[in-house]
């Protein structure tokens, strides 16, 4: 089908754009767009996910002055720099921390993209061994961005990456 919008329907519009959503740039080599195009998209997801969870938060111990039975998660205060004592240093700190997780989210998803591709162009196929290689090292990768990270803390993001990337990969293949 032609490229003319007038003709092409909605269908059309949209399988386009599943087949060309990993072209969101094009530095030169199809790993680079692979990484570029993977770190952007999870940055922006995990700057959603970060903002609104503290927004979820304010709105709940904003709530519990109320009488009704919302139960407020103890909350690990991902954003320290949110002391509400004025609106501007507030507003740093959501910036500052919606950044770093934004950063990570990124981190994580270029590399296992990359990882992935790198696997499949070397072994020449891609089945649930590379996934779970690439999970390991990205989750070991993950852990070592937090604030202390220890020896079984990377362990244990290791296998969980292992292990996530892979029951992904075999469940794409059965759905």
Excluded at 52 to 64: G, H
Excluded at 82 to 98: A, D, H, P
Aim: glycine letters at 12%; aromatic letters at 6%; one cysteine or more.
């Amino acid at each position: 089908m032609g490229h003319n919008l007038e003709t092409r329907s909605f269908s059309d519009e949209v399988r386009s754009y599943n087949n060309n959503a990993g072209n969101m740039f094009d530095l030169g080599h199809p790993l680079l767009n692979r990484i570029a195009g993977s770190f952007v998209t999870a940055a922006g997801i995990g700057a959603v996910q970060a903002v609104s969870r503290e927004a979820c938060f304010t709105a709940l111990e904003n709530a519990s002055g109320d009488r009704t039975d919302v139960t407020i998660p103890k909350k690990n205060n991902h954003f320290r720099g949110l002391t509400g004592e004025t609106n501007r240093s507030s507003i740093e700190g959501l910036v500052k921390t919606t950044g770093k997780e934004s950063i990570q989210w990124g981190v994580a998803a270029g590399m296992y993209s990359g990882l992935t591709y790198g696997l499949k162009e070397v072994r020449g196929v891609h089945d649930w061994r590379n996934s779970a290689v690439a999970g390991a090292i990205t989750g070991a990768a993950v852990a070592l961005t937090s604030d202390n990270p220890s020896q079984d803390q990377i362990v244990q993001f290791a296998i969980t990456g292992a292990a996530v990337s892979t029951a992904a990969n075999i469940l794409t293949g059965i759905f």
